[in-house]
Nanobody, 116 residues
Framework: QVQLVESGGGLVQAGGSLRLSCAAS????????MGWFRQAPGKEREFVGG????????YIADSVKGRFTISRDSAKNTVYLQMNSLKPEDTAVYYC?????????WGQGIPVTVSS
């Protein structure tokens, strides 16, 4: 059974930083892609970025490019979302997801609130 557990969210002032973690378990993820999404109140879910679990390819959405980065620790089966220069509009519930052709498995989500 695949399990994804996010951590590291919380309340931060504008301009601050947070690092979200997504710990995956339940199978070997070497052929999977992993993505970060977010959903703000009253808005649709937004793709933030993604990475191949093996290899070096990563993608960051234009809306957060230059402020957010994705990295992973394969030994720990954990992927990170480093968020710098946070803005109030980054306030959302953040989710990690993994899959192959589509994102089939999702974490429970973790709230991030950026105060002005």
């Amino acid at each position: 059974q695949v399990q994804l557990v996010e951590s590291g969210g919380g309340l931060v002032q504008a301009g601050g930083s947070l690092r979200l973690s997504c710990a995956a378990s339940g199978r070997t993820f070497s052929s999977y892609a992993m993505g970060w999404f977010r959903q703000a109140p009253g808005k649709e879910r937004e793709f933030v970025g993604g990475t191949a679990w093996s290899g070096d390819s990563t993608y960051i959405a234009d809306s957060v490019k230059g402020r957010f980065t994705i990295s992973r620790d394969s030994a720990k089966n954990t992927v990170y979302l480093q968020m710098n220069s946070l803005k109030p509009e980054d306030t959302a519930v953040y989710y990690c997801a993994v899959g192959r052709a589509s994102y089939d498995f999702w974490g429970q989500g973790i709230p991030v609130t950026v105060s002005s």
